[in-house]
């Protein structure tokens, strides 16, 4: 189960076209479906980059280690341009992770 965590310091006012926007480039990562992801969209969170609150966005995306990694450049910037086409954020001032994660566990 992926996990999809965008966290910005501006308003999102259509979170649901974002979350929507998020699920969509999930498929870059081989073998990863929207049915099986989990987003979560943070706004005005208190938040800052290289010394200044102006508009900035971080977003994280947790896998599980067998996760083939191959892809991930082109999801990162996939990620990224959609985020700032969505939320008009400056490119420099968006970044984007992915990163293995040994447990995961829900109830069946």
């Known amino acids: 189960m992926p996990f999809i965590n965008l966290k910005t310091n501006v308003e999102i006012k259509d979170k649901a076209k974002v979350m929507n926007a998020l699920w969509e480039l999930i498929s870059i990562i081989p073998g990863k479906t929207v049915e099986r992801t989990m987003v979560s969209v943070e706004d005005k969170v208190a938040m800052g980059f290289a010394g200044s609150q ?5 977003i994280e995306t947790l896998v599980n280690p067998e996760t ?11 990620v990224i341009n959609r ?26």
Do not use: F
């Not at 102006?54 to 971080?58: G, Q, S, Y």
């Not at 083939?68 to 996939?78: I, R």
């Not at 992915?98 to 069946?108: E, G, L, P």
């Open 54 to 58: 102006e508009p900035c966005a971080m």
């Open 68 to 78: 083939n990694m191959e892809n991930n450049p082109e999801y990162c910037l996939a």
């Open 83 to 108: 985020v700032k086409e969505e939320l008009d954020l400056p490119e420099k001032r968006i970044y984007a992770t992915v990163a293995a994660v040994d447990c995961w566990r829900s109830i069946k």
